[in-house]
């Protein structure tokens, strides 16, 4: 199994800033995968973080609105740039077990509502 | 889009009776997942079950596979209120390594 460390768990931000979040998972994971779940909606993957190598980002979904670092094995983390009030969502990071096909982990989720 | 649809979007039911909740999806698949969330945190895994497997259970739990139709259905018994959430089905998608996931039942059970 794998613990993950997400904060912050919700932010209140102004439209036109920036909010960074933080993932932080207690074991070494090959692939980290961010998704936003807007408002009674099921999630949507946003991009998928490989350590040492760019993200690779789902169809709408561009590296300028959510650049994403991954600077080791165990943390990453998702940006959400100059935020509206359409990106009030909550944005989950997840990780899969060890093994391929086998269950996925995830952080608490960050709550972020836009004013 | 490899997103499954669930069915139905909301089940409200009184406590001690069975909830069901249904998931089609559309391309081929390893396994199929269901996850339970509560209040919009983060998703906590139930149960797996392989394309091979027809049927899994896992304590109040009932999971059934039907590749043929591209369905599942999750069977919660003797629900409790304590099990109210939203349940999503995730597969897994030919080649990916993330989840796919439906579009969640939102269940209530009532004291």
């Known amino acids: 199994s794998a613990v993950i460390s997400q904060k912050p768990s919700r932010d209140i931000c102004q439209r036109g800033t920036s909010l960074t979040i933080q993932c932080q998972v207690d074991?070494?994971?090959?692939?980290m995968f961010w998704y936003r779940q807007q408002p009674g909606q099921s999630l949507t993957l946003i991009a998928t973080?490989?350590?040492?190598?760019?993200?690779?980002?789902e169809s709408g979904f561009v590296i300028d609105k959510f650049p994403i670092s991954r600077p080791n094995l165990t943390f990453s983390t998702l940006t959400v740039s100059n935020m509206s009030p359409e990106d009030s969502s909550i944005y989950l990071c997840?990780?899969?077990?060890?093994?391929?096909?086998?269950?996925?982990?995830f952080g608490q989720g960050t709550r972020l509502t836009v004013v | 889009s490899q997103q499954g649809e669930e069915d139905p979007q909301a089940l409200s039911i009184q406590e001690g009776e069975n909830a069901t909740m249904n998931c089609s999806y559309k391309?081929?698949?390893?396994?199929l997942q269901w996850y339970r969330q509560n209040s919009g945190r983060g998703l906590v895994h139930l149960i797996l079950?392989?394309?091979?497997?027809r049927e899994k259970h896992s304590g109040r739990l009932r999971v059934t596979l039907d590749t043929s139709k591209k369905s599942s259905s999750l069977l919660i018994t003797a629900s409790r209120a304590a099990d109210t959430a939203s349940y999503f089905c995730a597969t897994d998608g030919t080649g990916a390594n993330n989840l796919f996931f439906g579009t969640g039942t939102r269940l209530t059970v009532i004291p």
């Open positions: 973080a490989n350590q040492g190598s760019e993200a690779t980002y």
């Open positions: 079950i392989r394309s091979n497997e």
């Open positions: 997840s990780v899969v077990g060890g093994k391929r096909y086998t269950e996925a982990f």
């Open positions: 074991s070494q994971v090959t692939m």
């Open positions: 391309t081929s698949i390893n396994n």
